[in-house]
T-cell receptor, first 108, second 115 residues
Framework: DAKTTQPNSMESNEEEPVHLPCNHS???????IHWYRQLPSQGPEYVIH???SNVNNRMASLAIAEDRKSSTLILHRATLRDAAVYYC?????????FGKGTSLLVTP | NAGVMQNPRHLVRRRGQEARLRCSPM?????VYWYRQLPEEGLKFMVY????????ESGMPKERFSAEFPKEGPSILRIQQVVRGDSAAYFC?????????????FGQGTRLTVV
């Protein structure tokens, strides 16, 4: 799988939008962009995934650049429960390969 | 529809003993993945199985570790002759289709402590 680059950590205030960036300049045409998060002491949780078009679900939105070399996970209103490590993963048919992710801190 | 069930949640073994970790995938899911997370480290892929077949075991240590997903029953990750370095959280995930355009659902993990 191609590699992704994410900031080590980000901080947000509660009830404000959060934009988590991910760079994947070596993405291939068959790579899906996946986002998972892991809350403390829990298993990873699926957030969203997409291929080329922007995607929305009840948890978040995924904005994919036109050249697909980067993407942004958008949490529309951060809550304290959104504090977690967020992983951006490219996947084209192999098992998910987790990197270091972005540790999101949400402050009241 | 129950989620991915892993048991036990916590397992303590003495050095040299065997550890058996069980994973029941979500109903209707035939793809199972095992991951290991060492303390303060990221998740590392171990093995991918699809009912009775090992598809990818590139992340499995060559010795002492084995995995199976029989036709009936849960997937089992077996660690023989455990050592202190095996202490970690082991997570199982399942999906209805192969990886790529599908979401995977993870269990709450088994925390193995080797004393």
């Amino acid at each position: 799988d191609a590699k992704t680059t994410q900031p080590n950590s980000m901080e947000s205030n509660e009830e404000e939008p959060v934009h988590l960036p991910c760079n994947h300049s070596t993405i291939s045409g068959t790579d899906y962009i996946h986002w998972y998060r892991q809350l403390p002491s829990q298993g990873p949780e699926y957030v969203i995934h997409g291929l080329t078009s922007n995607v929305n679900n009840r948890m978040a939105s995924l904005a994919i650049a036109e050249d697909r070399k980067s993407s942004t996970l958008i949490l529309h209103r951060a809550t304290l429960r959104d504090a977690a490590v967020y992983y951006c993963i490219l996947n084209s048919g192999y098992a998910l390969n987790f990197g270091k992710g972005t540790s999101l801190l949400v402050t009241p | 529809n129950a989620g991915v069930m892993q048991n036990p949640r916590h397992l303590v073994r003495r050095r040299g003993q065997e550890a058996r970790l069980r994973c029941s995938p979500m109903k209707g899911h035939s793809h199972v993945y095992w991951y290991r997370q060492l303390p303060e480290e990221g998740l590392k892929f171990m093995v991918y199985l699809q009912k009775e077949n090992i598809i990818d075991e590139s992340g499995m240590p060559k010795e002492r570790f084995s995995a199976e997903f029989p036709k009936e029953g849960p997937s089992i990750l077996r660690i023989q002759q455990v050592v202190r370095g095996d202490s970690a959280a082991y997570f199982c995930a399942s999906s209805s289709r192969g990886p790529g355009n599908t979401e995977a659902f993870f269990g709450q993990g088994t925390r193995l402590t080797v004393v």
